[in-house]
């Protein structure tokens, strides 16, 4: 079971870029790294996901290491509606890859202030 | 196309009471889960379901009871209401597991509150 490991509270500053880090000692060959958004009342959205590398869309960016025991999840230019709680999942998904143990953890509370 | 749908949005109970919520989502997904999230804490899942008519424990199974009876639909049961249930509950699907860990859908919660 890959435990995942991520600061409990951010602050910025609207038009920063934000970084979130995620360490992930155990990862395993199969496991994809994902991450999500929850705003308060909702459930959670997926934002972005990878398995080595960089990976890029239209809302963040995932930085994944060679050795893959981290990644950082980067926001560019921040705004208020960004102001939410990011969880980092670690996982192949499917009976095998054990979903019973997939864990969000308490998350990274971010707060973007004006 | 309304993705995940939960029913119903908030519910108020006494303890040793039962009731059901209801999961619905129309993407034709094979992968479906419960999900509790206490204040402050993240995501714990109780039961998942990898098909129509199976289910399986999760993390935290207790107190609670689970049917996927046909496949757009996922049912939570609590049989005796207790205090310590009291949780905001997600449901998610996700369209299969076979690559990697398929982006889960989640819905809109359910706020349930037992005294």
């Known amino acids: 079971l890959a435990k995942t490991t991520q600061p409990i509270s951010m602050d910025s500053y609207e038009g920063q870029e934000v970084n979130i880090t995620c360490s992930h000692n155990?990862?395993?060959?199969?496991?994809?790294i994902t991450w999500y958004q929850q705003f308060p009342s909702q459930g959670p959205r997926f934002i972005i996901q990878g398995y080595k590398t960089k990976v890029t869309n239209e809302v963040a960016s995932l930085f994944i290491p060679a050795d893959r025991k981290s990644s950082t999840l980067s926001l560019p230019r921040v705004s208020l509606s960004d102001t939410a709680v990011y969880y980092c999942?670690?996982?192949?998904?499917?009976?095998?890859?054990?979903?019973?143990?997939?864990?969000f953890g308490a998350g990274t509370r971010l707060a973007v202030h004006p | 196309n309304a993705g995940v749908t939960q029913t119903p949005k908030f519910r108020v109970l006494k303890t040793g009471q039962s009731m059901t919520l209801l999961c619905a989502q129309d993407?034709?997904?094979?992968?479906m889960y419960w999900y509790r999230q206490d204040p402050g804490m993240g995501l714990r899942l109780i039961h998942y379901s990898v098909g129509e008519g199976t289910t399986a424990k999760g993390e935290v199974p207790d107190g609670y009871n689970v049917s996927r009876l046909k496949k757009q639909n996922f049912l939570l049961g609590l049989e005796s209401a207790a205090p310590s249930q009291t949780s905001v509950y997600f449901c998610?699907?996700?369209?299969?597991?076979?690559?990697?860990?398929?982006?889960?859908?989640f819905g809109p919660g359910t706020r349930l509150t037992v005294l």
């Open positions: 155990n990862i395993a060959t199969n496991d994809y």
């Open positions: 993407m034709n997904h094979e992968y």
């Open positions: 998610a699907s996700t369209l299969n597991a076979g690559r990697g860990a398929d982006t889960q859908y």
């Open positions: 999942l670690v996982g192949a998904g499917g009976v095998s890859g054990g979903y019973n143990k997939l864990i």
